[in-house]
């Protein structure tokens, strides 16, 4: 079964802190992908990436950046942290060339 | 703006009954409708996905109608469980491209 980790269930940071969110996954698939859940908003997708050094913006990239420096490991990284990035954080992934994805079970983040 | 639009929001089910959650999209590039199922505390999970160039897919309990035309897609459960008590995201995505999701549809099966 495909395996997506994300380090922390639940993390707790002060506004303007700089915030690293780490995504790994087992099954060596091209695609890796950060989203964002708010109630009554849905998923929606902060960045991609389909190889290793490649990264695309999503519909709500603003005010954080990414990083794939190895195929299995995906970072989602809030510069500046304010409270409106308090939220339920979502990674996935997926094959190169199909679509869906495999998601973790998501990082709790609250700024405060 | 919202890709794919879903209703209803939440859903009250009698153990038994049928839940019918609805999706529309705008754009008819699209050519990959799955739809998730998220408990609480977890991940989205896929449960089970449909392609334009078929009306129909069943797998279980579970069905997706999908009206190309239309430009809407549904998901169907039949005989609902309390096991299904569950949020379910519908999405839809242009070939090898990142998903769209909706805003999800709180679904309560009762006893």
């Known amino acids: 079964d495909v395996k997506v980790t994300q380090s922390s269930r639940y993390l707790v940071k002060r506004t303007g802190e700089k915030v690293f969110l780490e995504c790994v996954q087992d099954m060596d698939h091209e695609n890796m992908f950060w989203y964002r859940q708010d109630p009554g908003l849905g998923l929606r997708l902060i960045y991609f990436?389909?190889?290793?050094?490649?990264?695309e913006k999503g519909d709500i990239p603003e005010g954080y950046s990414v990083s794939r420096e190895k195929k299995e490991r995906f970072s989602l990284i809030l510069e500046s942290a304010s409270t409106n990035q308090t939220s339920m954080y979502l990674c996935?992934?997926?094959?190169?060339?199909?679509?869906?994805?495999?998601f973790g079970d998501g990082t709790r983040l609250s700024i405060l | 703006q919202q890709q794919v639009k879903q209703s209803p929001q939440s859903l009250i089910v009698q153990k038994g009954g049928i839940s019918i959650i609805n999706c529309a999209y705008e754009n008819t590039a699209f050519d990959y409708f799955p739809w998730y199922q998220q408990f609480p505390g977890k991940g989205p999970a896929l449960l089970i996905a449909i392609r334009p160039d078929v009306s129909e897919k069943k797998e279980g309990r579970f069905t997706i109608s999908f009206n190309k035309s239309a430009k809407q897609f549904s998901l169907h459960i039949m005989d609902s469980q309390p096991g299904d008590s569950a949020t379910y995201f519908c999405a839809a995505s242009w070939p090898g491209y990142a998903l769209n999701f909706g805003k999800g549809t709180s679904l309560l099966v009762t006893p």
């Open positions: 996935a992934s997926s094959p190169g060339g199909q679509e869906g994805g495999h």
């Open positions: 990436s389909y190889d290793v050094k490649m990264k």
